[in-house]
């Protein structure tokens, strides 16, 4: 069965800092990777995925991740917060043999401070 | 392009009435999912579409919960008769055709928050 796990319900940065949120899984095979992010009264935001070749992965609005085998994990980074990234960021990840099916983390609120 | 689209955004009902979310997925969009997240917890898996046809169920709480995708558009999700546990928000998400498993990103709804009291 395929899980993921985001340890911090909340992290907390100064704009500007470097920000990074945490994700690790667990699936059967090769996993797909994936970072979502929900804004206030707003639908989850496609921010990034993970399928195959480089273990970084750039995303939109300055994120990137890493992919991770040996520590099974998928952090979303980013060099220089902002104010406005202050949102609810979800991991999720897929299988392989899974059409689309996507396993959720509970997600990590991030603060950003001006 | 329109989005994902649902209706209603909110959705007040007390135990025992019955409740339909609907969700209108990108044009041409083949793959359509229904998730709810419940008490700030996990967003949960609870069926999959490929056009008309149910590709997966497995999420499905319980036979009180039935969706259709008639003609392949638009789906709804009707909850009856709902029960207190069944509050939190329900998401419909959409994807391109994916024969070629080529992983395509889902793109999701607002949601609908159903409270039932």
């Known amino acids: 069965a395929q899980s993921v796990a985001q340890p911090e319900d909340q992290v907390n940065v100064a704009e500007g800092n470097p920000l990074t949120v945490k994700c690790t899984y667990s699936?059967?095979?090769?996993?797909?990777l994936f970072w979502y992010v929900q804004y206030p009264n707003r639908g989850l935001q496609f921010l990034l995925k993970?399928?195959?070749?480089?273990?970084l992965v750039k995303g939109s609005y300055g994120f990137e991740a890493e992919f991770n085998k040996s520590q099974t994990s998928f952090h979303l980074k980013k060099p220089s917060a902002l104010v406005s990234d202050s949102a609810l960021y979800f991991c999720a990840v897929r299988d392989m043999y899974s059409w689309g099916k996507l396993q959720f983390g509970a997600g990590t609120q991030v603060v950003v401070t001006p | 392009e329109a989005g994902v689209t649902q209706f209603p955004s909110h959705s007040v009902i007390e135990k025992g009435q019955t409740v339909t979310l609907r969700c209108d997925p990108i044009s041409g969009h083949d793959n359509l999912y229904w998730y709810r997240r419940v008490m700030g917890k996990e967003i949960k898996f609870l069926l999959h579409?490929?056009?008309?046809?149910?590709?997966?169920e497995s999420g499905m709480p319980n036979n009180r919960f039935l969706a259709e995708r008639t003609g392949g558009t638009y789906s709804t999700l009707k909850v009856q008769p709902a029960e207190l546990e069944d509050s939190g928000v329900y998401f419909c998400a959409s994807s391109q055709d994916q024969i070629k498993r080529d992983h395509n990103e889902q793109f999701f709804g607002p949601g609908t928050r159903l409270t039932v009291l």
């Open positions: 993970y399928i195959t070749g480089d273990n």
């Open positions: 579409f490929v056009k008309e046809s149910k590709q997966d």
């Open positions: 699936v059967s095979g090769n996993p797909y």
